[in-house]
Every structure is written in C-alpha cells, then in structure tokens.
C-alpha cells in the first residue's frame, strides 16, 4: 500500500499493540472513562503504554480527551464520531474471525 492510502493508516493505527482493545473499551458503557479505570480494565497495559496508546489515539481523531480545572486533576477519555464508526467495523471483523481466524 502506498503511503497516502487512507486504509494502509487505518490499519497501521488499529494494528499497534493495545490499540483496538483501548477502543473496545471506551466502548463499553458508552461512557466517558478516567485513565486509571482504562488502566485496570486493559491489565496487564502498562501506565506508560497506555498513555502512549491514547495520546496517539488522540492525536489521529479517535479518541478525545477531557481535561477539568479540579484539583486534583481530572481527565476523562471517549470515543470521537470518528472513533464510534470505527467499532462499527469490529462486528464483521469479529464474525470473519471465528469463522476463519483457525485458518490463518
């Protein structure tokens, strides 16, 4: 794929470690989500990693990040439009999975 494929950075994004299971989660609830609950649910995800992993998810319109003016300081995570249609494509990825995914 060449570099300005729209689908090669997709995949690149949703390919990195953590990634997809970060989204599944924020998912879940549809709710916004703190760090340190994000960090409990995806165990055994390192803190950096996944700060890492949001600030890049972040960063391509994914994932969003809330930030509130408290002490102490409060940051909630949840999925963009974005980051909702993508999941949508989890289903039949999942489906072509089990049906295919002991084939590979």
Do not use: H
């Not at 729209?6 to 989204?23: D, E, R, Y």
């Not at 998912?27 to 055994?44: A, G, H, M, T």
């Not at 992993?53 to 408290?70: A, H, I, M, P, W």
């Not at 494509?89 to 002991?102: D, H, M, Q, V, Y």
């Amino acid at each position: 794929m060449n570099k300005g494929c729209p689908v090669g950075k997709i995949v690149k994004i949703l390919s990195m470690k953590w990634n997809m299971l970060i989204l599944k989660q924020l998912k879940e609830d549809k709710s916004k989500k703190r760090f340190n609950v994000l960090l409990e649910e995806l165990q055994p995800i390192s803190s950096r990693t996944l700060s890492k992993r949001l600030k890049e998810l972040e960063k391509t319109g994914l994932v969003e990040r809330c930030k509130f003016n408290e002490i102490p300081p409060r940051v909630e995570y949840s999925l963009t439009i974005s980051g909702l249609e993508i999941i949508k494509c989890f289903k039949p990825l999942s489906k072509w999975a089990e049906k295919f995914g002991n084939t590979i």
